[in-house]
């Protein structure tokens, strides 16, 4: 199974708002609303931030939000901050019964 | 509070079996399912497979031939068994919960380097 297809790098300076897409395919993003998304710190274990395309788990900051359209699905990032700079993954669910996980985004706060 | 913990060799040769194991707490076991990812040093997450409470499993399509998880209701804990390993499969290996339906992981243990190396 290919990896969703994620950009290698997106940045953007405090208190913007940045946009990281996650493109698949029928057979996993575009076939399933099981579309999630983390944050992995270096040297840590990665954190979920959005579930189902949109849902935020408790505890999960509001300026996190997620969307899916077709067979791409993206986490919008507002209110940027320092702490935000990070990796990001987003990961479907597919035809296969399997889970795949994106390329990974580094997020840089300028 | 779910939580997980890997234990296992630090250190594989090639061509031998990579085991790892992941107990849970605060939990039970008897329920979603449980899962591995790798990640190769510096490189991004990569799904290797599931388990569930029942035994049934799915593993990722390029690493099937080699692989078997397995779980142990009575320990509250599972397993990974990686044969035939090599330099590319050098990781940080995760276990996590993987939630039944909308599939999302959701409490992750800290990850254990695994290097395979003569």
């Known amino acids: 199974q290919s990896a969703l297809t994620q950009p290698a790098s997106v940045s953007g300076s405090p208190g913007q708002s940045i946009t990281i897409s996650c493109t698949g395919t029928?057979?996993?993003?575009?076939?399933?609303?099981?579309v999630s998304w983390y944050q992995q710190h270096p040297g840590k274990a990665p954190k979920l931030l959005i579930y189902?395309?949109?849902k935020r788990p408790s505890g999960v900051s509001t300026r996190f939000s997620g969307s899916k359209s077709g067979n791409a699905a993206s986490l919008t990032i507002s209110g940027l901050q320092a702490d935000d700079e990070s990796d990001y993954y987003c990961?479907?669910?597919?035809?296969?019964?399997?889970?795949?996980f994106g390329g990974g985004t580094k997020v840089t706060v300028l | 509070q779910v939580q997980l913990q890997e234990s296992g060799p630090g250190l594989v040769k090639p061509s031998e079996t990579l085991s790892l194991t992941c107990i849970v707490s605060?939990?039970?076991?008897?329920?979603?399912?449980w899962s591995w990812v790798r990640q190769p040093p510096g490189k991004g997450l990569e799904f290797i497979g599931f388990?569930?409470?029942?035994?049934?499993?799915n593993y990722n399509p390029s690493l099937k031939s080699r692989l078997t998880i397995a779980v142990d209701t009575s320990k509250n804990q599972f397993s990974l068994k990686l044969k035939s390993v090599t330099a590319a499969d050098t990781a940080v290996y995760f276990c996590?919960?993987?939630?039944?339906?909308?599939?999302?992981?959701?409490?992750w243990g800290q990850g254990s380097l695994v290097a395979v190396s003569s």
């Open positions: 996590a919960r993987l939630k039944d339906r909308p599939y999302y992981f959701d409490f």
């Open positions: 605060g939990g039970s076991i008897l329920r979603d399912y």
């Open positions: 388990v569930h409470y029942s035994g049934s499993t």
């Open positions: 029928s057979s996993d993003i575009g076939g399933y609303e099981y």
């Open positions: 189902e395309v949109t």
């Open positions: 990961t479907s669910y597919t035809s296969r019964s399997t889970l795949v």
